[in-house]
């Protein structure tokens, strides 16, 4: 039964035709199971984790990470290795900062950072020359920084949760004329 399994992980895992869902996530345990050159996604959630999981580094080949609803608040710079890592979602953990170790990941085409405790957008926000989309939606930022604005692949950000009056979204979208900005209504409150 084991073998029968990690061969279905495995055509999961190859894109093979045989499967309909080629992109399914899988986790430690199941990619465990399977070649590491194999993994393409991965997804560890709801797992307390505190810090970046050693194991993962196992899968040089990753396009997708979920480390959603943990509890982790940094990423390391050693990252870096995963030079076809597009997709990383890191919401609902316990990031303060916007962890600027993913501005090293030159394919990287989404961010989603929703849900955590982010105060500002570093600046060179901008070394992510291919990012399509970036999730803000639900932390206190209240300086998107001026990185944002040479992203010239950006197609939509979330900027849902974040309190802003109707001045400041009017800006915001002058400065990103052709990306999908996602706002709440307009609070009453003074900039």
């Known amino acids: 039964m084991r073998k029968i399994f ?4 495995t055509l999961i895992a190859t894109g093979s035709s045989y499967c309909a869902f080629s992109q399914n996530f899988l986790s430690l345990k ?14 560890i959630t709801r ?10 580094f196992s899968y ?17 710079d050693s990252i870096s290795v995963f030079d076809q890592l597009e997709i990383v979602n890191l919401r609902k953990n316990n990031f303060e900062v916007f962890p600027e170790s993913l ?11 929703s849900s955590n405790q982010i105060g500002f957008i570093p ?3 901008s070394q ?15 300086d998107l920084g001026h990185g944002l604005q040479d992203l010239k692949n950006m197609e939509e950000l979330d900027l849902r949760g974040l309190m802003m009056n109707a001045k400041k979204q009017k800006a915001i979208s002058e400065k ?7 706002f709440d209504a307009p609070c009453n409150c003074v900039d």
């Open 6 to 9: 990690a061969i279905i992980l």
């Open 30 to 43: 199941q990619a465990s199971l399977i070649h590491s050159d194999s993994v393409q996604y991965l997804k």
């Open 47 to 56: 797992q307390k984790l505190t810090h970046f999981p050693n194991e993962i």
């Open 60 to 76: 040089k080949n990753l396009v997708a990470l979920d480390l959603s609803k943990n509890k982790i608040k940094n990423i390391p």
């Open 103 to 113: 501005f090293q990941l030159k394919k990287i085409k989404e961010i989603v950072i």
């Open 123 to 125: 600046d060179n926000i």
């Open 128 to 142: 992510c020359t291919q990012l399509r989309k970036l999730d803000l939606y639900n932390n206190p930022i209240s």
């Open 176 to 182: 990103l004329p052709l990306v999908h900005i996602l």
